[in-house]
């Protein structure tokens, strides 16, 4: 990955450099996403489909879920119309940047039969350039696990080295968190602190529609300094501060990450695990949804005549009963194992793998939950003390002061 791909990093929190910051427009907006298509970039933003706000290429503003806000619970996802114009209103996009960055299914090589062997060829073309538009603080944390995870080990994958390198970045300060975020529980949000080009924090009050703009690397720099703007002035910064401010103290949801490593690591064989199985489908839903599950497998399909054949990459699931499947079977059997694992990872054991932790608190798992199971609440139930149990069944003897029956203690003696 070129040195330029990652921008540099702008410290998070009210002490940034107001100096830089600028204020634009929604022309301003259109003008940004103008340069970057004329520089050959894809721009992809959120937009309105099929009753969701989803991820897609846009080529305006006007393609933008302006006055579109969300309402977001467990197992709950609505549109509404807010009674403003703002074009980000809205909590977590339906489908995370790992949608573009690493997609469900990617071709690997093709395959054509030439006399009595074949010869395979890679996926023809070039990968876009592309331009995100509008990541929130919590999915550029989640760009940021993928980085580690798909490019920062010994073996990376090229297929998002190639998406991720040079991907320019605008980021937007989330001001309408959802039901199901917990970005500050996770310490990733909702002020966007570093990993992008620019930074955008929309206002709409008496002085109108606008955005404060922060450069967060040297091309976004140069990208602003090309564009008509103006510096932005005390009161617009002092306004984001209040919007960020505002967003962090109306999460959705609250998750207690003290020791929750060791939490889960004591608590593999706690009842809640037969609970939370009792209602999990395995449906596969929260990894899909998930921004940093990398799980994938590989599929091939060939024409009828065995003439052609083609690899393709694909997602997978811990939840899939076929997963773990070796010789002998499945490891994971159950669902009750299934769903352990997945929020063991998550929580705890991604902090041994790449320290840090698997969740950045976007509460997707949360709100396509098809049986509203809410990972915040999982982990909850496990600091919640167990019920006490009875020392005996309900129609036996007492039990003795000892713990037991006479019994159950053959070698203590009674008194007369």
């Not at 955008?200 to 703007?229: I, K």
């Not at 002035?233 to 401010?245: H, N």
Request: proline share 6%; with cysteine; hydrophobic share 40%.
């Amino acid at each position: 990955m070129d040195e330029d791909a990652l921008p540099d990093t702008v410290p998070p929190g009210p002490g940034h450099d107001g100096a830089a910051a600028v204020s634009i427009g929604v022309t301003g907006l259109q003008a940004i996403i103008d340069a970057l298509r004329g520089h050959g970039r894809t721009v992809i933003g959120p937009t309105v489909r099929g009753g969701a706000i989803v991820l897609a290429e846009i080529s305006g503003v006007d393609e933008l879920p302006g006055g579109w806000g969300d309402d977001q619970d467990a197992a709950h996802y609505r549109l509404r119309e807010r009674d403003d114009g703002a074009v980000f209103g809205f909590a977590a996009t339906a489908q995370s940047w790992k949608s573009v960055l690493f997609p469900s299914r990617e071709l690997l090589w093709s395959g054509e039969r030439s006399g009595n062997g074949f010869t395979t060829s890679p996926p023809a073309g070039d990968m876009p350039r592309y331009a995100l538009l509008g990541v929130r603080s919590c999915d550029l944390h989640a760009i940021g696990i993928q980085d580690r995870v798909l490019l920062g080990r010994a073996a990376t994958d090229p297929a998002y080295a190639a998406r991720r390198d040079g991907a320019f970045i605008i980021a937007v300060a989330c001001g309408n968190p959802g039901g199901t975020c917990f970005c500050v529980s996770m310490g990733t949000g909702p002020r966007p602190g570093a990993g992008f080009d620019l930074s955008l924090t929309e206002l709409l009050d008496e002085r109108g529609h606008r955005f404060v703009v922060l450069p967060g690397s040297a091309r976004g720099r140069e990208l602003l300094a090309a564009l008509p703007s103006a510096a932005a002035t005390a009161g617009d910064l002092a306004a984001a501060d209040d919007v960020i401010a505002a967003s962090a103290a109306r999460m959705g949801r609250v998750l207690d990450t003290e020791g929750i490593r060791e939490l889960l690591y004591d608590n593999a064989e706690h009842p809640r695990w037969d609970d939370v199985a009792s209602r999990c489908l395995a449906c596969t839903n929260c990894t899909l949804v998930c921004p940093t599950c990398f799980c994938t497998s590989v599929e091939d399909v060939s024409d009828l005549a065995g003439e052609h054949a083609e690899r393709h990459r694909i997602w997978d699931s811990c939840f899939n009963s076929d997963f773990s499947h070796s010789s002998g079977g499945s490891v994971r059997a159950s669902t009750r194992s299934r769903y352990r694992q997945w929020m063991t990872h998550k929580l705890a054991s991604w902090i041994d793998q790449f320290g840090t932790s698997g969740c950045v608190g976007c509460g997707r798992c949360i709100t396509w939950c098809p049986a509203a199971i809410d990972i915040t609440q999982e982990a909850a139930a496990l600091r919640a003390p167990l019920p006490a149990r009875r020392a005996s069944a309900p129609d036996g003897p007492p039990s003795s002061a000892a713990g037991g029956s006479p019994a159950a203690n053959p070698g203590k003696e009674e008194s007369p």
